[in-house]
T-cell receptor, first 114, second 112 residues
Framework: DGGITQSPKYLFRKEGQNVTLSCEQN?????MYWYRQDPGQGLRLIYY???????QKGDIAEGYSVSREKKESFPLTVTSAQKNPTAFYLC?????????????FGPGTRLTVT | AQSVAQPEDQVNVAEGNPLTVKCTYS??????LFWYVQYPNRGLQFLLK??????LVKGSYGFEAEFNKSQTSFHLKKPSALVSDSALYFC??????????FGGGTRLMVKP
């Protein structure tokens, strides 16, 4: 998981509350990503950022928001608009374009909303 | 659009036997292919990638993968499986900047 930290490891929230998941990297990578993983499924891209102060929606951005004010940090907010927020959330980073660099993943945050 | 298929939800193999985890892909243009491994409640770890060149790619922990353009496949292999190889394996493809599309994952169970 080296170089990417996610906190907390487990997070519990009540329905209707917004919650922010932290992601920090010290790899000096330009690009950062947020994925959602549900049991028995692959990873789905929520948001990505190729450079500071810029980010793009992924395949399932509805109900989520992000910011990228610093190169090292890419926090994800799960809003009350997200209909089914309970999942395992993974943050990743990689070197920027143009080459297809591999992504490095953090250890993940398991969010449970009741 | 790009896509990845991992046709087996689970692969069972005895320790010491060779293992293969299958992956097929669909992309327009040149494919860039990756394999990752995930242990329970952990993030994904990069194993290997194919960008160009030799069709047989060697990676971490003794794993290798063979790129086959005509069959649009990128199967993961290891000559001799270990119990500690038991994990969830993901194949991924990239041909649009740094965006990865992941397969659904294959659970590898290696029995002693």
């Amino acid at each position: 998981d080296g170089g990417i930290t996610q906190s907390p490891k487990y997070l519990f929230r009540k329905e209707g509350q917004n919650v922010t998941l932290s992601c920090e990297q010290n790899l000096n990578h330009d690009a950062m990503y947020w994925y959602r993983q549900d049991p028995g499924q692959g990873l789905r891209l929520i948001y990505y950022s190729q450079i500071v102060n810029d980010f793009q929606k992924g395949d399932i951005a509805e109900g989520y928001s992000v910011s990228r004010e610093k190169k090292e940090s890419f926090p994800l907010t799960v809003t009350s608009a997200q209909k089914n927020p309970t999942a395992f959330y993974l943050c990743a980073s990689s070197r920027g374009q143009p080459l297809p660099y591999e992504q490095y993943f953090g250890p993940g945050t398991r969010l449970t909303v009741t | 659009a790009q896509s990845v298929a991992q046709p087996e939800d689970q692969v069972n193999v005895a320790e010491g036997n060779p293992l293969t985890v299958k992956c097929t892909y669909s992309v327009s243009g040149n494919p860039y292919l990756f394999w990752y491994v995930q242990y329970p409640n952990r993030g994904l770890q990069f194993l290997l990638k194919y960008i160009t060149g030799d069709n047989l790619v060697k990676g971490s922990y003794g794993f290798e993968a063979e790129f086959n353009k005509s069959q649009t496949s990128f199967h993961l292999k290891k000559p001799s499986a270990l119990v500690s190889d038991s994990a969830l394996y993901f194949c991924a493809v990239n041909n649009a900047g740094n965006m990865l599309t992941f397969g659904g994952g294959t659970r590898l169970m290696v029995k002693p």
